[in-house]
């Protein structure tokens, strides 16, 4: 049956308190629909399904793509990969799709674009997929998502009309680094993943003989060891496309950049990052954001060089 539309709008904490039981409970697809125009209201409730999420078999896989010309195809690709990386692993999806603060029409077409797909893919969605998946649009499209995807709209767990967030930091509304291979699949939080190894590192040197803080670095450790099997796994899985390598060259860098690895360890993670990254740029030539990566992978490189040369010769 047809559920109605919200009639008013609720805080990031209401909502959150109603949808999570949806995320957590439901056995197969859960579609939830969000609508706002504050992005940092999105941001609240991301936050809090990140951090349900964080603990469990797989994080949160969040979708967030960077420019409208390429959203839709973007989306799906990233949870495609999401669902093939994990499988029967029910991680749920986060998708936005804004762009509130520029031009509108560009983004009004890839929104049609990706609910229209998804509408088709519906038997995907409810067969395969079979897991949470927030899509998260302006608050204006409440009233579109049901002509433009009726049979997604028909199928809808919960959705709701979210006020403006008052509390915490905010959140852009399409930030240049929500990539797949940063936000989505297997390598949804691996920045957050290096931050805690970096933080219980630092709390074993400072506690050298707690054994607690020992099991917190070896587990966090472990986390993003799994992050970067996961990005293996779906390049296995998924073939050498530019998503699948840019999410594996991410999880590498993140390997190179963590000081508590052997030397030796870094070294080869960011020699196989570089390698990746090249040759998304011949492959992309025109991609500034491959660009960017190689630029940054280039400096984990030149970091380590120097680190070494310290190992090497440590006079001041």
């Known amino acids: 049956m047809s559920r109605p539309a919200p009639a008013g709008e609720q805080s990031p904490d209401a ?26 209201a999105f941001g609240q409730v991301r936050q809090r399904a990140a951090d349900a999420w964080q603990w469990r078999t797989a ?28 499988q029967q692993v029910r991680a749920p999806a986060w998708v936005e799709l804004l762009g509130i603060n520029t031009d509108r ?6 929104r049609r674009a990706l609910l229209a797909r998804l509408n088709e893919g519906r038997e995907w969605l409810s067969q395969v997929f079979a897991r949470p998946l927030v899509i998260c649009l302006p608050d204006r499209w409440l009233h579109e998502v049901g002509h433009v995807a009726p049979d997604l709209w028909h199928v809808r767990s919960y959705v709701a009309r979210l006020a403006r967030g008052e509390e915490g930091p905010a959140h852009p509304a399409q930030p240049a680094a ?7 699949g297997s390598q949804t939080s691996i920045a957050e993943l290096r931050k ?21 670095l070896w587990d966090a450790r472990d986390r993003l060891a799994m992050a970067l099997l996961l990005a293996r796994q779906r390049r296995q ?21 963590l000081t508590t690895q052997p030397h030796q360890d870094r070294v080869a993670a960011i020699h ?15 991609s500034d954001g491959h660009a960017r990566r190689l630029a940054v992978a280039e400096q984990i490189e030149s970091q380590l060089t120097r680190d070494l040369a310290a190992l090497e010769d440590p006079r001041p």
């Not at 909502?15 to 940092?40: G, K, T």
């Not at 029409?105 to 890839?110: G, H, M, N, V």
């Not at 933080?199 to 050298?208: N, V």
């Open 15 to 40: 909502v959150w308190a109603e949808m999570r039981l949806h995320m957590e409970w439901s056995a197969r697809l859960s579609l939830i629909f969000l609508f706002s125009d504050s992005p940092r």
């Open 59 to 86: 994080p949160l896989c969040e979708l967030r793509p960077p420019e409208a010309e390429s959203a839709a195809a973007w989306v799906l690709a990233g949870l495609r990969s999401h669902q093939a990386a994990l």
């Open 105 to 110: 029409e560009p983004w009004d077409q890839a």
């Open 178 to 184: 929500a990539h797949p291979s940063e936000q989505g």
């Open 196 to 216: 805690r190894v970096d933080e219980a590192a630092a709390r074993r040197s400072l506690h050298p003989t707690d054994a607690a803080a020992t099991r917190a």
């Open 237 to 257: 899985a998924l073939g050498d496309s530019p998503l699948v390598l840019d999410d594996l060259a991410l999880a590498l860098e993140r390997m190179a950049s």
């Open 272 to 286: 196989e990052a570089l390698a990746l990254r090249r040759r998304l740029v011949a492959a992309l030539p025109s």
